[in-house]
């Protein structure tokens, strides 16, 4: 700045009156800022459980978001679970026991081979247009479901859970046959299924409907205790009650309609903003709750609830076909190699645990393994790999023939805790000299590289939700999933057996010979053969305000709120 | 002039087609069959072959390349992207369902993110002390290097969950862009606050200003009434160009404040591998982009009157032509 100019500058008056007040306003701003940030928020106190109170809306927050209300069609878990609120299944399977109990069926009987299911209706339950429930609707439901309809751009989304749909007879009204074209003993736990592109029942109007006119929430009709007020893709859906329903679940033993007026499903992709918004009192619960989040809430005051996706393990499949997974010591290596208390301990909480079996523990004809084939033996694991011929190398990877131990995995990172969890078990192999490699990559590269499993991958990670034994036909039965790729050249193992033992899960529905099929099934697939080890049982893990009541996880995990109330009604 | 025009509209007709085909190529050079992505990832292996025919035949996936490119193409010309895969839904209509949405946001910030860096430049030029100039000026550096992800969390502790002064996501109103909008701004506000800095101070020094002074005018009257209107050209053109970060940046931002828009549609719709959608999406920013520039650059001759000169005297294709970005 030059002389001249500072001095005419300097010969301005200043008026420097403002500053100090707008100082001293900066200073209180902040002291504001900073008070009220340590007051903290919390929850209000333990409000009295006792009689349900009527009337409210329930803030409900979750991670994903229903890409369309068409129940039958979604996969992702917001899809199923608002599904599950304004449909309902033929029947309801006890989440404690995992016994098939009525629902919109009264009673159902079956042939003896299993492939024909007769199942007599309620007669006093009614779609939300007003048109009846009857055995047509099932009809229609189930040929579109399992079908598709190319012209209105349905997807044949009951394709995999109902293998070898035939048709549905219509014998009267309210009575209804399901034929298979072989025995399909899992079609009755299928039939109240609710996980993913579930068989919830649409109006006849609403099957009429392309895809795309079913994205209007209004014409997607259902028979369940809510119906869609709105829904706002990548925001929220909103649901009410609807009036005179009256069918839940007996089992449920609910009367009537629904405590609540209405429940807003919010969308909230990050963890930290919905546990903010459950502490600040915007929200009354939220699903998708962090490991890291549980202590910290509960410590506040907020309900912890949790189940186990029941169903099987999160589980690394062997490629029984490709080197070195095709080695069952190096099989058997691996289920005996790995700590399962760090695992526990360091990366889950009390909310997931351990598998002892590649079935969850709440599966009709789990077996607990943890203390023969599942247990940590590092010892064992290495004498196993020795006497098979793998003699450790100079970087401390055994080798045979000339080839190293390099088990490729491939794995999905929808999870929070799969990645740390691989990890653990990945250093505890290094320690008996197995280079486990990892691959842990999102949803779609995980499928696109699954179709190359065969030929690329020694371990697929993954999981399934199905709470029923025949799970496991459904998920490595060589004519089926075949997730052990086990063919007739698999070394060591007897294709035909595996065939047979898992496939006499589907033959019967006797609750003793399914206990003992599902025993032999476990024996074959980790004992035996060891085609899979099962690494832990994931949980769906709900936080949410003491005044929330009866929020229902159903044998699959998912949520129902036809039973749920808050003590405050509002 | 005509020929003028005719070159920048080819230019922005060529930008458009070539987004359009390399989201084609792309599509059919990546691993995955789009078959697969249909169908929950865990039953794979237990969708019989018949289905997966049926589902490839509905969607057109099994035709010649060629022909199915042919297909799309004179499809999307009359605005039909096709269906999207993860909802049915069309793709022109969930596109235009989140856009305005995303252009609130994107416009407001960039509204937001000029007055922070006139502010910030206004401040800086004006003020005698030499600790507050520097502070002043280091901030958009800072703002910079702050992650939007980090910003917006903070902002939402303070002011939603503690104070309870905004909502801390979905849409209710002009309060739910608040935060948002903040935290957008921050960011984009920062290479604009630095190049005014630099303007404001060359146009502080230069001789006009000078005079002005001589002539007794106040340090406020210079910096207000000679500077900022000579100064503030080039930040007008940086925040054109600045558009684009933003719509980049409400992908976070979108996230974070559980917000519908496209930028997290777009974050799905690759999560996913939703092909019909994600080529929407590239082909409507393609199109944005083009008729932004478009504009910008028939615009220019009218507001430039050397540029006009030069449409008088023949000097070759668009010779001369001054176009920065």
């Known amino acids: ?299 506040q005051g907020f309900e912890i609830l949790h189940r186990g996706v029941s169903g099987t393990a999160i589980r690394f499949d062997f490629n029984s076909s490709l080197f070195p997974t095709n080695d069952i010591a190096v099989r058997k290596a691996i289920q005996l190699g790995w700590d399962r208390q760090t695992v526990q301990k360091t990366i889950l909480t009390d909310s997931y645990s351990v598998a002892n079996s590649i079935l969850e523990p709440s599966v009709p004809g789990h077996v607990d393994y943890s203390g023969s084939v599942l247990k940590y033996d590092p010892e064992q694991a290495a004498r196993i790999l020795d006497e098979a011929g793998w003699v450790t190398g100079p970087d401390g990877i055994r080798v045979k023939e000339g080839k190293k131990l390099v088990v490729k995995l491939l794995g999905i990172n929808n999870l929070v805790v799969n990645k740390p969890a691989y990890e653990s078990i990945q250093q505890d192999l290094r320690k008996i000299g197995i280079d486990l490699q990892l691959t842990v990559v999102p949803i779609p590269d995980y499928t696109a590289q699954q179709a190359k499993a065969k030929t690329d991958w020694n371990v697929v990670a993954a999981n399934r939700s199905r709470n029923d034994p025949a799970v496991l036909n459904l998920q490595y039965g060589p004519q089926n999933g075949n997730g052990a790729y086990v063919t007739k050249d698999s070394t060591g193992v007897d294709a035909d057996e595996v065939t047979q033992v898992l496939g006499r899960l589907e033959t019967t529905l006797d609750p003793a010979a399914r206990t003992q099929y599902a025993k032999e099934a476990q024996d074959i697939l980790l004992d035996k053969y060891a085609l899979v080890n099962p690494v832990y049982n994931p949980s769906q893990v709900i936080a949410q305000a003491p005044y929330v009541h009866g929020i229902v996880f159903d044998a699959q995990s998912r949520n129902h709120f036809v039973d749920t109330w808050k003590s405050d009604g509002k | 002039m005509l020929r003028y025009v005719a070159l920048k509209a080819g230019r922005a007709a060529f930008v458009v087609w070539a987004a359009f085909t390399l989201t084609f190529v792309l ?77 609130v946001l994107a416009v407001g910030a960039l509204l937001l993110a000029l007055v922070i860096a006139f502010a910030i430049a206004l401040v800086a030029t004006s003020t005698r002390h030499q600790w507050l100039r520097n502070l002043v000026e280091s901030l958009p550096t800072a703002s910079v290097s702050v992650p939007v992800f980090l910003s917006g969390i903070l902002l939402l502790q303070i002011f939603s969950f ?80 600045t558009f684009g970060n933003l719509v980049a940046g409400s992908v976070i931002t979108e996230t974070v404040f559980a917000r519908k828009g496209l930028g997290r549609m777009t974050q799905t719709a690759i999560n996913t591998l939703d092909l019909p959608l994600v080529q929407g999406i590239v082909v409507f920013v393609a199109v944005t982009f083009a008729l932004i520039n478009l504009v910008v650059d028939l615009i220019y001759p009218l507001l430039d009157p050397r540029l006009r000169a030069t449409f008088a005297v023949p000097t070759g294709p668009s010779g001369g032509l001054r176009r920065t970005s």
């Open chain 1, 1 to 299: 700045m030059s002389d001249l100019r500072s001095s005419i500058e300097s010969a301005t008056s200043a008026r420097k009156k403002w500053r100090l007040p707008a100082i001293a306003f900066a200073i209180l701003l902040i002291a504001g800022i900073a008070f009220a940030a340590t007051r903290g928020g919390g929850a209000d106190p333990g409000a009295a459980d006792g009689a349900p109170v009527r009337g409210g809306t329930l803030q409900f927050a979750l991670i994903d978001y229903q890409r369309s209300p068409d129940p039958q069609w979604g996969t992702n878990y917001a899809e199923s679970l608002i599904g599950n609120n304004i449909t309902d299944k033929l029947t309801w399977q006890d989440p404690k026991t995992g016994e098939i109990t009525p629902w919109l069926a009264q009673s159902w009987e079956y042939n003896k081979d299993l492939t024909e299911f007769t199942f007599h209706l309620r007669r006093d339950v009614t779609f939300s247009d007003g048109s009846p429930f009857n055995a047509e609707a099932v009809k229609a439901n189930f040929d579109q479901y399992v079908h598709g309809d190319p012209s209105l751009g349905i997807l044949p989304n009951g394709a995999t859970l109902l293998p070898g749909y035939l048709e549905t007879r219509v014998v009267d009204e309210y009575t209804a046959v399901v034929r298979f074209e072989k025995p399909l003993a899992s079609f009755l736990q299928a039939s109240s299924f609710t996980a993913n592109a579930q068989p919830g029942f649409l109006s006849p109007s609403t099957l009429k409907l392309s895809a795309q006119q079913r994205t209007d929430p209004k014409k997607v009709i259902g028979t369940g205790p809510f119906v869609y007020e709105s829904w706002e893709p990548q925001a929220k859906t909103v649901l009410v009650k609807r009036n005179g329903y009256n069918w839940a679940p007996p089992a449920l033993r609910h009367q009537g309609e629904a405590y609540l007026d209405r429940i807003v499903f919010n969308t909230i992709p990050e963890a930290s903003v919905r546990t903010g918004s459950l502490v600040s009192g915007t929200i009354d619960a939220t699903l998708d709750v962090g490991t890291t989040d549980e202590k910290p809430l509960s410590a």
């Open chain 2, 27 to 103: 599509l059919f050079v990546l691993p995955a069959n789009p078959v697969d992505l249909l169908f929950d990832p865990t039953e794979l292996n237990s969708v019989p072959p018949e289905v997966r025919a049926q589902v490839a035949d509905s969607y057109g996936f099994n035709e010649p390349v060629l022909l199915q490119y042919l297909g799309r193409l004179g499809h999307a010309l009359r605005g039909d992207f096709g269906t999207s895969v993860q909802s049915g839904q069309s793709v022109s209509a969930v596109v235009l369902d989140v856009l305005p949405h995303t252009l």
């Open chain 2, 162 to 241: 503690k104070l309870g002064w905004f909502p801390s996501f979905g849409d209710q109103g002009w309060r739910s862009l608040v935060l948002p909008l903040i935290t957008l701004a921050i960011p984009v506000s920062g290479p604009i606050a630095q190049l005014l800095v630099r303007c404001f101070a060359a146009e502080f020094r230069s001789g006009y200003v000078t005079t002005s002074w001589a002539k007794g005018a106040t340090r406020s009257r210079v910096v207000v009434g000679d500077v900022f209107r000579n100064a503030s050209l080039p930040a007008l053109t940086i925040a054109a160009v």
